[in-house]
């Protein structure tokens, strides 16, 4: 396959990847810059603003796309210059091993400032980590058992939400790992919040491994396209069927006093673990900007946000902090002890601020990973 097309083939993973990063900086701003008015998933409609709701809406997509998006990308990596099976299962275990190592130390202080928080977040990074470690077992099974076991994990786990643990039971810290977001106390000074538990995300990951082969040399672009708007299609309709029915899936929506009223609550869901309702949507509208995206010349400067993520992620954690430190220093905290914008708008604003303040460092390390061969590079 000739080098430009190839490019263009691969460089709508990264647009994507970098656009639902860009929707990760605005949540983040909101965040640093707006937790007076915090929100909750799902959102509480009567206290959330419309124009807040939509804002956290907005991200929602992140995390789904990104984490289905890894799993492609575990796909290609094995790809490359006649590596094995146990090349890409030994590169996921290195690279999930750094990430969770990541999670509990560079990304908690950025959060935190503090060396020894009394309370450790396990977010995002935390549970991609984890995802990669659990794909490079998976990715020994047979494909057809890959595809079972993804579409099984997705759609079925809502049907373990009725189970349990107490804090004293020997199930508890495995099950609020995997499935159930609670706070587990390792000691009267160190508690674990288990913000973003892993089962679904392992099932959204397993499901980018398998869109692998569209992605093959030599696969037509218009036939990969019809199949990403076929998935994308499919699984907005079947959100539609279920969200409609109301029975699973999710917690219901209610009809109310006006027509946005009713959409709010239709589009409110769970995503701490994200549900089936959830993930449907979000890689539902994945999968359609995957194939638009290989169409369209249109935010190629997303390209290099997407080409080095954990040098955005942890780049723009330590920039909205900085950024938090510098204006409470100067405006003051004025919002029960912290300093805070006023209106949803200005979130927006800051965040094409800051995105803009991260673009050239991005621009300059991928265009470095593209003439390099270091190792090291690949991990950013």
């Avoid at 509480?44 to 804002?55: A, C, R």
């Avoid at 020894?116 to 998976?138: D, E, F, N, R, T």
């Avoid at 959204?204 to 398998?210: D, F, Q």
Wanted: contains cysteine.
């Amino acid at each position: 396959m000739p080098p430009d097309v190839t490019r263009v083939r691969l460089s709508s993973i990264d647009r994507l990847r970098g656009a639902v990063m860009a929707l990760m900086l605005v949540d983040h701003v909101r965040e640093y810059f707006f937790l007076h008015q915090q929100v909750s998933d799902p959102m509480v409609l009567n206290s959330t603003s419309v124009e807040l709701f939509f804002t956290r809406l907005s991200s929602h997509f992140c995390a789904p796309v990104f984490v289905l998006l890894t799993g492609l990308g575990a796909w290609l990596y094995g790809q490359k210059n006649g590596r094995t099976r146990r090349d890409t299962a030994v590169f996921l275990a290195q690279r999930g091993l750094i990430l969770i190592a990541l999670e509990l130390t560079v990304v908690n202080f950025a959060w935190s400032l503090s060396l020894s928080p009394p309370k450790l977040y396990l977010q995002v990074i935390w549970a991609i980590g984890l995802s990669m470690l659990a794909l490079s077992a998976l990715l020994w099974l047979p494909r057809p058992v890959q595809a079972a076991l993804a579409v099984l994990i997705m759609a079925g786990h809502n049907l373990l939400d009725p189970l349990q643990f107490t804090p004293q039971e020997a199930g508890f810290i495995p099950w609020a790992i995997l499935h159930d977001r609670s706070l587990i106390e390792l000691s009267p000074s160190l508690t674990l919040r288990t913000s973003y538990p892993v089962l679904p995300w392992i099932g959204i990951m397993l499901a980018g491994y398998l869109m692998g082969p569209l992605y093959r040399p030599g696969v037509a672009a218009a036939w990969r396209q019809r199949w990403l708007v076929w998935g994308g299609v499919g699984a907005l309709l079947t959100f539609a069927v279920l969200r409609l029915v109301n029975r699973y899936g999710d917690h219901p929506w209610v009809a109310g006093a006006t027509l946005l009223e009713s959409v709010r609550s239709f589009l409110n869901l769970t995503k701490y673990p994200p549900s089936l309702q959830f993930i449907l949507l979000t890689l539902g509208l994945g999968w359609l900007a995957l194939a638009g995206l290989e169409r369209l010349k249109a935010g190629a400067w997303l390209d290099r946000i997407g080409a080095v993520p954990l040098f955005f992620y942890l780049g723009h954690l330590y920039l909205l902090q900085a950024l938090y430190q510098w204006m409470a220093w100067v405006f003051g905290t004025h919002h029960a002890g912290r300093f805070g914008l006023d209106a949803v708008w200005q979130v927006w604003a800051l965040a094409a601020g800051v995105l803009w303040l991260m673009a050239g460092p991005c621009r300059a390390l991928a265009q470095l990973k593209q003439r390099s061969q270091a190792r090291w590079l690949s991990y950013f």
